[in-house]
T-cell receptor, first 111, second 113 residues
Framework: LAKTTQPISMDSYEGQEVNITCSHN???????ITWYQQFPSQGPRFIIQ???TKVTNEVASLFIPADRKSSTLSLPRVSLSDTAVYYC????????????FGTGTRLQVFP | ETGVTQSPTHLIKTRGQQVTLRCSSQ?????VSWYQQALGQGPQFIFQ???????GRGNFPPRFSGLQFPNYSSELNVNALELDDSALYLC????????????FGSGTRLTVV
């Protein structure tokens, strides 16, 4: 499983766009990139998943450059309720890899 | 559709005791994974059950064991509890282990004193 590296923490203000970058230099050809969000005392929640280029859903966008050695989760116009820990995971969906979490990025949104 | 339900929500045990945590998977999901999350850390993979068989295990000692039942619900058993076992225990279900389709419960907060 490819190892991921994320910033430990980030601060932002309401209404701003937040970009969290994840490094995964050893990503394999069959690996997908998945992001989860976790609030205190709750289980992680799936946000978005991608393989290459850009993926967008109602919550976030995921940007993946051509070499796929990094990815950026973009949260548009954050609110206080976006304060959470965000995890970047990399794994082979075809082989149903187990979800392996790192330490994540703790995002704090201020008013 | 129902989500993942874990019980109990909180539990206090004494060192050396045994504990059983329970998880009801989401309807239509046949795979259950268990995670341990210490304060300030990411969830650590304990093991996964697929159709009642263990399907992968993380770096946890044998005193961590599990079961999956025909209805795909699951139990996590921990024997000889240690203080370091204090953590949030999370259960996640998925359909055939689909990587993106994990649904997590809210966890059981275990405190060992």
């Amino acid at each position: 499983l490819a190892k991921t590296t994320q910033p430990i923490s980030m601060d932002s203000y309401e209404g701003q766009e937040v970009n969290i970058t994840c490094s995964h230099n050893n990503i394999a050809t069959n690996d997908y990139i998945t992001w989860y969000q976790q609030f205190p005392s709750q289980g992680p929640r799936f946000i978005i998943q991608g393989y290459k280029t850009k993926v967008t859903n109602e919550v976030a966008s995921l940007f993946i450059p051509a070499d796929r050695k990094s990815s950026t989760l973009s949260l548009p116009r954050v609110s206080l309720s976006d304060t959470a820990v965000y995890y970047c995971l990399v794994g082979d969906m075809d082989n149903t890899d187990k979800l392996i979490f790192g330490t994540g990025t703790r995002l704090q949104v201020f008013p | 559709e129902t989500g993942v339900t874990q019980s109990p929500t909180h539990l206090i045990k004494t060192r050396g005791q045994q504990v059983t945590l329970r998880c009801s998977s989401q309807s239509g999901h046949n795979t259950v994974s268990w995670y341990q999350q210490a304060l300030g850390q990411g969830p650590q993979f304990i093991f996964q059950y697929y159709r009642e068989e263990e399907n992968g295990r993380g770096n946890f000692p044998p005193r961590f064991s599990g079961l999956q039942f025909p209805n795909y619900s699951s139990e996590l058993n921990v024997n000889a509890l240690e203080l370091d076992d204090s953590a949030l225990y999370l259960c996640a279900s998925s359909a055939d282990g689909e990587y993106y389709g994990y649904t997590f419960g809210s966890g059981t907060r275990l405190t060992v004193v």
